[in-house]
């Protein structure tokens, strides 16, 4: 692992070692890896973690799929997600633990304030873990660097899972906390008119699906949404503008078999998430399920970030482009190198420090 002096001086050159590539109508920023310029290949660190943790499945008994059991499964999924991170934070983050009372279940957040004097903008955040995984501790730290660097208060939300709890029950519970949010916003210390909604992979769908229900309520509550390495087409769609191809992704040849097999083997999972967290209520391409196959007009601003070798990142630079068709002013990144989930290594990947300034920037940039 690499020093911390080395560690801030990679994520200060990520502010500034970006290109513009212009992609089917949409300028994206993409950042470059913050100690190399060569492309086409994994984030040194990225490949160190990678090669572990293929070390780790090599070593894993073999067994029959069909003959394992499905909550097994997951149970099993759930234990390897998350990574261990650092606080980055530089200031007092007072950290509080509360259980908000919903429409159907008590949901436990964690809320990130900072020293302020005035009221903030609040960030509504959901975790990521493919709607069945994920937890407040492996978050905590990109949240509080969210709202040190935003200067806003974040609530984690410890949202109901599936499979125990199926589509819609963790969305509601989502939503219920943006309401509860707006409503208890004087003693949370939040401007009730600068509300954003924030999160990673699932978390991504789930904010983004909030925005969704708040425009189609017409509530006008969430004025910001940022939503890093969203699935937003769960039903596997192909569209006008998007059909997923390997041959999309720049691989060099020295990474090409890494870089393949994972984005495949992400490719496959779209059905078990489907069975584990829908299971069957309604069919994936719901709007709330799959927004890119709705309608976005009147949608938050937004700002979309991904990572160049993320099976989801094809689908996510669709969404940005069908947002920004619409009227919605929407900012999209890239960050080279990267794989999905990077944003849990924040303090070892300087990448996923600097996503959380891109957040901050997005913020203050919307709420001033």
């Given at each position: 692992?690499?020093?911390k002096?080395?560690?801030?001086?990679?994520?200060?050159?990520?502010?500034?070692?970006?290109?513009?590539?212009?992609?089917?109508?949409?300028?994206?920023?993409?950042?470059?890896?913050?100690?190399s310029?060569?492309?086409?290949?994994?984030?040194?660190?990225?490949?160190?973690?990678?090669?572990?943790?293929?070390?780790k499945?090599?070593?894993?008994?073999?067994?029959?799929p069909?003959?394992v059991d499905?909550?097994?499964?997951?149970?099993?999924?759930?234990?390897?997600?998350?990574?261990?991170?650092?606080?980055?934070?530089?200031?007092?983050?007072?950290?509080?633990?509360?259980?908000?009372?919903?429409?159907?279940?008590?949901?436990?957040?964690?809320?990130?304030?900072?020293?302020?004097?005035?009221?903030?903008?609040?960030?509504?955040?959901?975790?990521?873990?493919?709607?069945?995984?994920?937890?407040?501790?492996?978050?905590?730290?990109?949240?509080?660097?969210i709202?040190?660097?935003?200067?806003?208060?974040?609530?984690?939300?410890?949202?109901?899972?599936?499979?125990?709890?199926?589509?819609?029950?963790?969305?509601?519970?989502?939503?219920?906390?943006?309401?509860?949010?707006?409503?208890?916003?004087?003693?949370?210390?939040?401007?009730?008119?600068q509300?954003?909604?924030?999160?990673?992979?699932?978390?991504?769908?789930?904010?983004?699906?909030?925005?969704?229900?708040?425009?189609?309520?017409?509530?006008?509550?969430?004025?910001?949404?940022?939503?890093?390495?969203?699935?937003?087409?769960?039903?596997?769609?192909?569209?006008?503008?998007?059909?997923?191809?390997?041959?999309?992704?720049?691989?060099?040849?020295?990474?090409?078999?890494?870089?393949?097999?994972?984005?495949?083997?992400?490719?496959?999972?779209?059905?078990?998430?489907?069975?584990?967290?829908l299971?069957?209520?309604?069919?994936?391409?719901?709007?709330y399920?799959?927004?890119?196959?709705?309608?976005?007009?009147?949608?938050?601003?937004?700002?979309?970030?991904t990572?160049?070798?993320?099976?989801?990142?094809?689908?996510?630079?669709a969404?940005?482009?069908?947002?920004q068709?619409?009227?919605?002013?929407?900012?999209?990144?890239?960050y080279?190198?990267?794989?999905?989930?990077?944003?849990?290594?924040?303090?070892?990947?300087?990448?996923?420090?600097?996503?959380m300034?891109?957040?901050?920037?997005?913020?203050?940039?919307?709420?001033?």
């Amino acid at each position: 692992m690499m020093n911390k002096e080395e560690y801030k001086r990679m994520v200060t050159a990520l502010e500034h070692r970006t290109v513009v590539k212009h992609v089917k109508g949409m300028d994206i920023t993409c950042k470059l890896l913050p100690d190399s310029d060569a492309e086409g290949v994994m984030d040194e660190r990225v490949l160190g973690e990678t090669l572990k943790m293929m070390e780790k499945l090599a070593a894993m008994p073999k067994s029959d799929p069909s003959q394992v059991d499905p909550m097994a499964m997951v149970v099993g999924m759930r234990a390897w997600m998350g990574w261990p991170n650092t606080d980055v934070t530089t200031k007092p983050i007072r950290t509080e633990a509360r259980t908000i009372e919903g429409s159907e279940a008590s949901i436990p957040v964690r809320i990130y304030t900072p020293e302020s004097d005035a009221a903030m903008p609040a960030v509504v955040f959901f975790h990521g873990g493919g709607f069945f995984g994920g937890t407040l501790d492996v978050v905590e730290n990109p949240c509080k660097a969210i709202a040190e660097k935003a200067n806003a208060v974040v609530i984690s939300v410890d949202y109901r899972l599936a499979p125990e709890h199926a589509y819609p029950a963790g969305f509601n519970d989502c939503w219920d906390v943006v309401k509860w949010v707006h409503e208890h916003a004087s003693s949370l210390q939040v401007n009730p008119d600068q509300i954003a909604v924030c999160g990673d992979s699932a978390g991504g769908n789930l904010s983004t699906v909030c925005a969704l229900k708040d425009r189609e309520l017409g509530t006008g509550l969430i004025k910001f949404q940022a939503l890093l390495y969203p699935t937003v087409n769960m039903a596997g769609a192909t569209t006008d503008d998007y059909e997923w191809k390997l041959e999309d992704y720049t691989i060099a040849d020295a990474h090409r078999e890494l870089i393949s097999g994972g984005l495949q083997g992400m490719a496959g999972s779209t059905q078990m998430l489907n069975a584990v967290y829908l299971q069957g209520v309604v069919p994936p391409t719901d709007m709330y399920a799959s927004p890119l196959l709705t309608d976005l007009k009147g949608m938050p601003e937004t700002l979309i970030i991904t990572a160049e070798y993320d099976f989801l990142t094809r689908e996510g630079e669709a969404y940005a482009r069908k947002l920004q068709r619409a009227g919605v002013n929407t900012q999209m990144i890239r960050y080279n190198g990267m794989d999905h989930a990077f944003m849990d290594k924040i303090g070892y990947f300087p990448q996923a420090e600097d996503a959380m300034n891109e957040v901050a920037k997005g913020i203050k940039r919307v709420f001033g």
